[in-house]
C-alpha cells in the first residue's frame, strides 16, 4: 500500500515538525524529534514510542535507509509518510539530512524506577548547559557501560535535537534521570553509593579512587563546576593530574576519563 505523501511545506504535520524544534512545544506536546536513520534506530531498539516517521526517498544516501522504511511499512509499526524534498528541508535542523525523521514519546525516568545491578556505575551531572556536551558524555557513558545518568538540578532539554543528534541516539541506550539534589542524595545514601566529586581544588587524584563498588562519579558544569553542596557532601574528592597550563578539562572530556578509569577497575 502507498504511503501517505504529504508535498506542500505548509502542511500541519509539516508546521508541527517545525514546532518541535522549539523546547516549549516539545514540553507542551510531551514529544520530541528523531532525525537520522543511525539515531532512530537506537530509539526503537530502546522501544521508545514513535508515533510517525516521515521519509524523502530522493535524500536517502544509502539503501540501508530504502531497506529500513520496507521494513517499517507494517500495520504494527509507526506510520510512514513520505514527503517532499522542500518539506523535509523545512522539518530539518541538519545541514546535509539523511531523509528519516520521526516524532516520539518522552520517557521519563524516575530514581526509584531505576534497575541496577549489584555495583552499578552512575554518572551525575549538574547543571550541565550544552546540548552537544550531554550528547558526547552520553556516548562515553554508554561505551563505558554505565548503568544510568542522573541529571541534576539542571535546565538542560535532554530531548534537544542537539544532544540526540550528538550523542548519535545513544540517549536513548540507557536510563536518564532527571533529580533535585536533596533527593538524589538522600536516595544514593540510602542505596549505598559511594560519592566520589571533581574538583580542580581536590587533593585526591582519580588514579587513588576505588571505583569496584556501587560508585556515582559527579560532575558540574564548565562554568561553575560542582557546587558546594556536593563538594561536601560527596563521599571523595577528586581530580584529574593537569601537568600543562589548563587547570581543567572539558567536561565531556573528564566524564570520558572518570568512566573508562572505573571500568578499567572493574575489568581486573
Not at 532512530?40 to 530504502?66: D, G, M, Q, V, W
Not at 539530512?97 to 552512575?122: R, Y
Not at 566529586?197 to 587533593?203: E, G, I, L, R, V
Request: net charge neutral.
Amino acid at each position: 500500500m502507498e504511503d501517505s505523501y504529504i508535498q506542500s511545506r505548509q502542511n500541519e504535520q509539516i508546521k508541527n515538525l517545525v514546532k518541535l524544534h522549539e523546547r516549549k512545544h516539545r514540553d507542551r506536546q510531551d514529544r520530541f524529534l528523531v532525525e537520522g536513520l543511525r539515531e532512530l534506530t537506537h530509539a526503537l531498539e530502546a522501544s521508545y514510542p514513535i508515533e510517525n516517521i516521515f521519509y524523502c526517498p530522493k535524500l536517502f544516501p544509502t539503501e540501508a535507509h530504502s531497506a529500513f522504511i520496507r521494513e517499517h511499512r507494517k500495520p504494527q509499526s509507526p506510520t510512514c509518510i513520505r514527503i517532499s524534498p522542500q518539506a523535509f528541508e523545512k522539518a530539518s535542523l541538519r545541514e546535509g539530512p539523511d531523509g528519516i525523521i520521526a516524532v516520539g514519546q518522552q520517557q521519563n525516568h524516575a530514581l526509584t524506577s531505576l534497575q541496577l545491578p549489584e555495583h552499578p556505575l552512575l554518572l551525575v551531572l549538574e547543571g550541565i548547559e550544552k546540548p552537544g556536551n550531554l550528547g558526547a558524555i552520553l556516548r562515553s557513558a554508554d561505551g563505558a557501560g554505565a548503568d544510568a545518568v542522573i541529571l541534576v538540578d539542571c535546565v538542560l532539554d535532554c530531548y534537544n535535537p542537539n544532544a540526540i543528534r550528538s550523542s548519535q541516539g545513544l540517549l536513548f541506550a540507557l536510563p536518564l534521570v532527571t533529580a533535585d539534589r536533596s533527593a538524589l542524595a538522600k536516595w544514593l545514601d540510602q542505596n549505598k553509593i559511594q560519592t566520589y566529586a571533581t574538583s580542580p581544588a581536590a587533593s585526591k587524584p582519580l588514579w587513588d579512587c576505588d571505583t569496584r563498588q556501587a560508585t556515582a562519579i559527579l560532575l558540574g558544569s564548565e562554568h561553575a563546576g560542582l557546587s558546594s553542596f556536593w563538594i561536601q557532601n560527596a563521599n571523595h574528592c577528586i581530580h584529574l593530574p593537569m601537568l600543562g597550563q589548563a587547570d581543567s578539562l572539558n567536561v565531556a572530556a573528564t566524564a570520558a576519563i572518570c568512566l573508562y578509569e572505573a571500568r578499567r577497575q572493574r575489568c581486573k
